[in-house]
């Protein structure tokens, strides 16, 4: 039987600042929209402030370009950028941008609904591309307006209680003394009687208000903690999801300028789920925003929707696993009701989203379905022979294959099948003889290549060309499992022990560059989300 870790299906502190800043790799082949830079480089580019000082926009771009490895950052220090003001739009002084090795200048502006970015040829001197980005809003928190504006609703009630309070008081007090009507006595006595019984009246009034007003203030406390506790909550998340709608969508101005520049758009505005300490955590793709998506039970397997919104996953409970979904924006959570009770395991959506493919059966093996979310129907796509397991399976882009693993063949290997089940095909080739273990594939978003993992001895994460049947072994550093394709079919997130604890690193099938993704000792069964499209 294959342990169920192997069977997991592909699932957001940086490593060191840049490896080598002047590092050069192979470009993919792509379109160039004009910019003069030479063929097999990766250009030079310097991001001009934008806010000064505390210019995080120009941070988040400069790292979203250092970690696409197609475009080089050359960061400068402030002062120097400010000299390099150009005192007119477009009027740079290039041959000094030329001497630092920059290919291009990049100018981002803010305008009233955003950012505008200007791309600068450096060899050609000129314009070359200006684009206009709508920026996301983020919200102010309230918490001041919110305890004076429910402070002054319940100040309203408070002197209603204290006027009713006061006349009960008044009443009581006067109730204790009494006038004599019949009272014969000199005036002047009768009146200094009144003037001593309207005193006293009066403190006694104001003794039992100020113990009404001490009661009604702490009764006003006990109701408006929870309240403002809750309006704080809220309008803290409202604030927090601004601020990473914010980032996402600077992310989405570094990916639209890289395809300026190379042709090839950026994967930065996507997000990684992975799994640490049996809950669903999702890190954005440089590292920041590393948030719980779920906070009970065990959960495996995360794997995402095409919109990018949810997550589905496998999760233990005392009916065994379930299959569960989790809505990333909303936090909602609900379970797949037509998985059957037993093994439910490595979930993925369909390429249309209305339905989950996963694994279920029993310690004794495993077979692929396909149920739909909405009807329930559940069908069979694979059927175990000899007690063998069907798991994990993943789609090709055009969403005709599904590419699993299966022991039929006494070790586990990667095959391919049609969306019925039928046209079953061997893709990794092996030897009966000898032992290869090799399971969690993932197919590459262009079409190209399948990644997988593979033990001999230990696990590393390999990649097989589709067309000619190649493989190519990607990692040996530490232990390397559970590939999953970026956007761009180039990088790969994996969990890696290459720093000594398991980790999600990010690997550049070009360059061979590794940048570690988590700080989470543990973290593993990464899943790379498409790319993200932000509202403003």
Request: overall charge positive.
């Amino acid at each position: 039987m294959i342990k169920h870790r192997t069977l997991a299906a592909p699932l957001f502190l940086f490593a060191a600042a840049a490896l080598v800043a002047n590092r050069a790799c192979a470009q993919e082949p792509g379109v160039r929209l004009g910019l003069s830079y030479p063929r097999g480089t990766n250009p030079t580019v310097v991001v001009m402030p934008i806010d000064s000082p505390g210019d995080s926009t120009r941070t988040i771009l400069e790292r979203d370009f250092d970690f696409s490895d197609r475009v080089r950052p050359l960061s400068l220090d402030l002062v120097t950028l400010q000299g390099l003001q150009p005192r007119k739009a477009g009027e740079y002084n290039y041959a000094l941008f030329a001497k630092f090795g920059a290919a291009a200048i990049i100018q981002p502006t803010r305008t009233a609904t955003g950012i505008r970015v200007s791309l600068y040829d450096v060899t050609a001197k000129k314009l070359l591309q200006t684009g206009e980005f709508l920026m996301p809003h983020i919200p102010r928190l309230h918490s001041t307006e919110q305890r004076d504006s429910l402070r002054r609703v319940l100040t309203v009630d408070d002197e209603v209680a204290r006027d009713s309070a006061r006349a009960v008081y008044q009443a009581q007090a006067r109730a204790k003394r009494p006038v004599n009507p019949k009272d014969k006595r000199n005036r002047r006595f009768i009146v200094r009687d009144s003037i001593a019984r309207d005193s006293a009246i009066r403190a006694e009034v104001a003794t039992k208000l100020g113990v009404f007003n001490d009661a009604r203030a702490e009764e006003v406390r006990k109701t408006m903690e929870p309240i403002l506790r809750n309006l704080a909550f809220a309008d803290s998340m409202a604030r927090v999801t601004g601020e990473g709608n914010l980032r996402m969508a600077i992310h989405g101005i570094a990916d639209e300028v890289e395809r300026w520049i190379t042709g090839k758009r950026g994967i930065a505005q996507s997000r990684i789920a992975y799994v640490h300490d049996g809950k669903i955590r999702v890190v954005d793709s440089d590292g920041a925003n590393d948030v719980e998506v779920t906070h009970s039970g065990l959960s495996l397997s995360p794997s995402w929707s095409p919109d990018a919104v949810s997550i589905v996953f496998s999760t233990l409970s005392d009916r065994g696993s379930q299959i569960g979904m989790a809505n990333v924006n909303t936090g909602q959570h609900s379970v797949l009701a037509s998985a059957s009770s037993g093994l439910n395991i490595t979930p993925v959506f369909t390429p249309d989203g209305r339905a989950v493919v996963y694994a279920t059966g029993s310690d004794q093996g495993t077979n692929i379905v396909r149920a739909d979310i909405n009807s329930g129907t559940v069908t069979p796509l694979t059927v175990a022979n000899n007690r063998g397991d069907n798991a994990s399976p993943t789609f090709s882009p055009d969403g005709r294959r599904i590419a699993f693993l299966s022991s039929r063949a006494r070790y586990p290997q990667i095959y391919s099948m049609d969306l019925d089940g039928s046209n079953v095909e061997l893709m990794t080739p092996y030897n009966p003889a000898v032992r290869s273990y090799r399971t969690a594939p993932d197919w590459s978003p262009d079409g190209r290549s399948i990644a997988y993992e593979q033990q001999n001895g230990d696990f590393q994460v390999w990649v097989i060309d589709i067309r000619t049947r190649d493989m190519r072994r990607l990692t040996s550093v530490g232990e390397n499992e559970g590939p999953s394709w970026g956007p761009d079919a180039r990088h790969i997130a994996i969990s890696s022990t290459r720093s000594g604890s398991k980790q999600i690193w990010i690997l550049d099938t070009l360059s061979g560059r590794f940048r570690q993704l988590t700080k989470n000792p543990g973290a593993r069964l990464a899943a790379w989300s498409p790319l993200i499209r932000v509202a403003p």
